[in-house]
């Protein structure tokens, strides 16, 4: 069974400073790996995702992430922060699945972002 | 473009009391469809897939049951609400594609507060 990790329950980071957010999971083929981004009291939205080819993703809002296969590890990483990237961010895991079953995802626990002035 | 709607955003029952809460789904057609619950300071529990009208799959034994009476409808219910059915409710869509996993796009939640 697949699985994520999120080792980090609260970052802080400066506005300006960098960030990267790590996510590590379990899964015994190519996993297929999103992340997620959810203001409070907000649903979830797709920041970026990794199914195949380049393992450097980029994504919306200047996020980029990662996947590195020999350390199980898709982290996702900003240059330089701005306030209103406060949230809560979701790493989560696929697989493929047949025509006509659901694709489902396991999701980590969340990391959330405080970003002070 | 597609767009997900959930309603209502928020509620407050006693508990016992039943409970229904709808999402649609705009601009696709025979979607697969979920429901999670998201406990407070802790990830995303799926509850209910479907992969069409009526077929319904549930993930975990509990107290709410779903429904799909139409191909871009699901329905979240319960009989009599439990104190630890509090949480935010989240309904996901996908798209039906074998031999891959699809994204998944959520809805802005419905937070349900149980009294």
């Known amino acids: 069974a697949q699985s994520v990790t999120q080792p980090d329950i609260h970052i802080t980071v400066s506005e300006g400073a960098s960030l990267e957010l790590r996510c590590n999971y379990s899964?015994?083929?190519?996993?297929?790996l999103f992340w997620y981004v959810q203001s409070p009291g907000q649903g979830l939205q797709l920041l970026l995702k990794?199914?195949?080819?380049?393992?450097l993703v980029q994504g919306i809002k200047g996020f980029e992430a990662e996947f590195k296969r020999s350390q199980s590890s898709f982290n996702l990483r900003k240059p330089s922060v701005h306030w209103s990237d406060a949230a809560e961010y979701f790493c989560?895991?696929?697989?493929?699945?047949?025509?006509?079953?659901?694709?489902?995802?396991?999701f980590g626990t969340g990391t959330r972002l405080q970003v002070t002035l | 473009s597609q767009t997900i709607h959930q309603w209502p955003a928020t509620l407050v029952q006693p508990v016992g009391s039943p409970l229904s809460l709808e999402c649609t789904v705009e601009?696709?057609?025979?979607?697969?469809l979920y429901w999670y619950r998201q406990a407070a300071g802790r990830g995303l529990q799926l509850l209910f897939y479907?992969?069409?009208?009526?077929?319904i799959s549930s993930e975990v034994p509990q107290n709410l049951s779903a429904s799909r009476p139409q191909d871009r409808q699901f329905i979240l219910s319960s009989k009599k609400l439990l104190l630890s059915d509090s949480g935010f409710y989240l309904c996901?869509?996908?798209?039906?594609?074998?031999?891959?996993?699809?994204?998944?796009?959520f809805g802005p939640g419905t937070r349900l507060t149980v009294l």
């Open positions: 996901a869509w996908s798209v039906q594609r074998g031999g891959s996993t699809d994204t998944q796009y």
């Open positions: 899964y015994g083929a190519t996993p297929y």
């Open positions: 990794y199914f195949s080819g380049d393992t």
């Open positions: 989560a895991v696929g697989a493929p699945v047949n025509t006509g079953t659901a694709s489902k995802l396991t």
């Open positions: 601009g696709t057609s025979n979607p697969n």
């Open positions: 479907s992969i069409g009208i009526d077929q």
